[in-house]
């Protein structure tokens, strides 16, 4: 079975950094470009970020309102993709999730809160 | 960036009407969309991708059209668990962007 499982979150203070998991198992992880996908509380989805698959040497892009700040990347074996979230602001408050870039994007986590707030 | 604007916002029917919810992309997508369903607290859950291909498992009521900056989503004979809130979203491009949703209550 296909499982992604996000852990990390929390509250972090504005400014701070936070580092999210997610552990992945059920396919081939390095065959896949996975994405992360945020959601501030009450608010649409907004796409954070991508690592793209091994052939693409797990090249990265970020959405722009957090490009510079927040960086992807992979643990292939331990199966764990990272977001690094550096300098926060109140902004970034949302659940994150973790998401499959298959078929569109076909697989998600059950999301980690993360929480900016002084 | 590519906008993305959904209409309606918000739609009330019953249980067997049929919606189509529009999806309209500033800059041609080709057919790199995908949409979602996102019941109150839960994850988003993927129906549809390149535009018209279902999504494995989900139910062959759930249709999707279109290319370039105009596609649309129907709901053929809505059942008590498609009262969701909808999503688009393009990845023609970085940075990919969602529309804003659209909620469909019963009414």
């Known amino acids: 079975e296909v499982q992604l499982v996000e852990s990390g979150g929390g509250l972090v203070q504005p400014g701070g950094s936070l580092r999210l998991s997610c552990a992945v198992s059920g396919f081939t992880f390095s065959d896949h470009y996975m994405d992360w996908v945020r959601q501030a509380p009450g608010k649409g989805l907004e796409w954070v970020g991508r690592s793209r698959n091994k052939p693409h040497s797990y090249s990265t892009e970020y959405g722009t309102s957090v490009r510079g700040r927040f960086t992807i990347s992979r643990d292939v074996s331990k199966n764990f993709l990272y977001l690094q979230m550096n300098s926060l602001k109140t902004e970034d408050t949302a659940v994150y999730y973790c998401?499959?870039?298959?078929?569109?994007?076909?697989?998600w986590g059950q999301g980690t809160m993360v929480t900016v707030s002084s | 960036d590519i906008q993305m604007t959904q209409s309606p916002s918000s739609v009330s029917l019953s249980v067997g009407d049929t919606v189509t919810i529009t999806c309209r992309a500033s800059?041609?997508?080709?057919?790199?969309l995908t949409w979602f369903q996102q019941e109150p607290g839960k994850v988003p859950r993927s129906l549809i991708y390149?535009?018209?291909s279902l999504q494995s498992g989900v139910p062959s009521r759930f249709s999707g059209s279109g290319s370039g900056t105009y596609f649309t989503l129907t709901i053929s004979g809505l059942q008590p668990e498609d009262f969701a809130t909808y999503y688009c979203q393009h990845y023609d491009s970085h940075p990919f962007t969602f529309g804003g949703g659209t909620k469909v209550e019963i009414k």
């Open positions: 390149d535009a018209s």
């Open positions: 800059q041609d997508v080709r057919e790199s």
């Open positions: 998401v499959r870039g298959k078929n569109g994007f076909d697989v």
